[in-house]
């Protein structure tokens, strides 16, 4: 205890001291974080270089206990080529973080320094070790890429939940006290040097990171953070005893964790960007249902506290009532995400309940089909045919085509009233279809054939005319007409 007390006591000091002096002196130098009223609500410019001020922390924390004549650093010693491996690895993820502060990087920019740190780490014996898990084994390319995974997932999962005064820094701390605490009762030596100066660092960074915050952590300290509680879930995987203890480092880091994958899902239902900006994420959609800041952070600090007891409960007990936790904790984290509300799962879940997703498998496979058959189609005759069956497979009444100077139409029974659908085409062609106004259609549909029909015919002309440049002024209109549907006219 000594040992830990030590290290926590001189971390602490060191960021309440060297934060100060770090915003003061560097946050000017092209590290202020300028508000935009849209997902940056703080209203003057605050510099974001505490990430720096954590690091020099961390890294003096160890400097000085080595110095320090006391029994316990030998046990630093012991760890000392452990440490200075981690040091040279998580310097990457630290100095891409501080450069994209600085300069700005695309996210594919910084992902390839966070993975070539992770490469690094598994090279240098910071893995996540599988030898427990059922039929598993010592698939080293299956721990290398798991490894690779869980570091990059890790530092990003921070990286995004930084997005409110104290929010990254707070539930960063939480989640290694939780680590902590599992390496003290199985005596993880390695992994309580580890994690003591960081919780320590924390601390005292939150006498400047609570709102109204003085200073961020910047990229270069979210990633650092989420980096570094990935190498702790690696160590602590080398000293599991069941399988089960493997989900200890996971459930310590829940909420980031459940954030980013949340934040994937979400892009990847709705088709965006999945390294994309969007306010989307668990503080955003706590302000959104009336919550202050403060109060958002507060219920998630609550949930990462929750996530640290179940991580300890599953550690201490992973012999008897791991599961029942694992259990209680997921059925938990499920009530959670749907008090959120996120839309997309909704609207994704009556998709798939309501058949949509087969109607729609459907109209694809009939608009493939009527695509080629357009794109085959070499007399105008041929043309009319694929585009007579389409109109009838899509629920159009009647089709009126101009093309290669022909007028070709027809209409079914009479009816009441009817909208059309114009599809103009290359050298002041088109097609028109006719459709009742009782006939429900899907909009989404609706516009794909029409997209369908207008590509494949005007790649059509083009074969046949051998046109060159760009066909501009593609517009669909829609006109209404009442009574009967139209009779032919001329072109």
């Known amino acids: 205890m000594l040992l830990i007390t030590t290290l926590g006591i001189i971390s602490a000091v060191l960021t309440l001291l060297l934060t100060p002096i770090v915003r003061d002196r560097i946050g000017h130098l092209g590290f202020l974080d300028q508000p935009d009223g849209i997902r940056k609500k703080h209203t003057t410019a605050v510099p974001r270089v505490g990430g720096i001020a954590v690091a020099l922390s961390y890294i003096a924390t160890f400097a000085i206990c080595f110095a320090l004549p006391f029994s316990y650093s030998g046990a630093i010693q012991d760890a000392a080529h452990r440490m200075w491996l981690l040091a040279a690895v998580i310097s990457i993820v630290f100095i891409t973080g501080v450069l994209d502060d600085l300069v700005g990087f695309r996210p594919w920019q910084k992902m390839i320094g966070i993975v070539a740190a992770a490469t690094l780490a598994f090279e240098a014996g910071i893995r996540v070790d599988l030898h427990l898990v059922p039929g598993i084994g010592q698939a080293s390319w299956l721990s290398f890429v798991i490894t690779v995974l869980w570091l990059t997932g890790c530092a990003n999962a921070f990286n995004l939940i930084d997005g409110m005064d104290g929010l990254a820094s707070g539930a960063g701390m939480i989640a290694t006290l939780a680590m902590l605490i599992a390496g003290l009762l199985h005596g993880n030596i390695p992994l309580i040097i580890a994690t003591a100066p960081l919780a320590g660092c924390l601390f005292g960074f939150l006498r400047y990171n609570f709102n109204p915050a003085s200073v961020f952590l910047g990229d270069g300290g979210s990633l650092l953070i989420g980096f570094l509680l990935g190498c702790y879930g690696a160590l602590w995987s080398e ?97 959670a995400v749907k008090r959120l509300r996120y839309l997309e799962f909704a609207v994704a879940r009556d998709v798939f309940l309501s058949g949509k997703v087969g109607r729609i498998i459907d109209a694809e496979t009939k608009l493939s089909h009527l695509r080629e058959q357009l794109l085959a189609s070499e007399r105008v005759m041929d043309c009319w045919a694929a585009i007579l069956g389409g109109s009838r497979q899509f629920g159009f009444g009647g089709v009126r085509m101009y093309m290669d100077g022909l007028v070709l139409e027809e209409h079914g029974a009479e009816c009441r009233g009817t909208w059309q659908l114009r599809v103009p085409l290359p050298g002041g062609e088109y097609v028109n279809f006719f459709r009742d106004f009782d006939r429900n259609v899907d909009p989404v549909v609706l516009s794909a054939f029409a997209a369908c029909v207008e590509t494949a015919l005007t790649d059509r002309f083009k074969r046949k005319h051998t046109l060159a440049g760009v066909i501009a002024g593609r517009v669909y209109t829609t006109a209404v007409t009442s009574g009967t549907a139209p009779a032919p006219s001329a072109p």
Request: proline fraction near 4%; include cysteine.
């Open 239 to 335: 000293s599991a005893v069941t399988w089960v203890a493997l989900m200890v480092p996971v459930i310590a880091v829940a909420v980031p964790v459940l954030d980013v994958s949340l934040s994937i899902a979400r892009r990847f239902v709705r088709g965006r960007p999945i390294f994309g900006a969007d306010r989307g994420h668990i503080h955003h959609k706590l302000l959104e249902l009336g919550f202050s800041p403060q109060i958002a952070v507060g219920l998630i600090y609550v949930f990462c506290i929750l996530a640290a007891i179940a991580a300890v409960a599953v550690s201490a007990f992973e012999n008897q009532y791991a599961g029942v936790f694992l259990l209680l904790f997921g059925i938990f984290t499920w009530i």
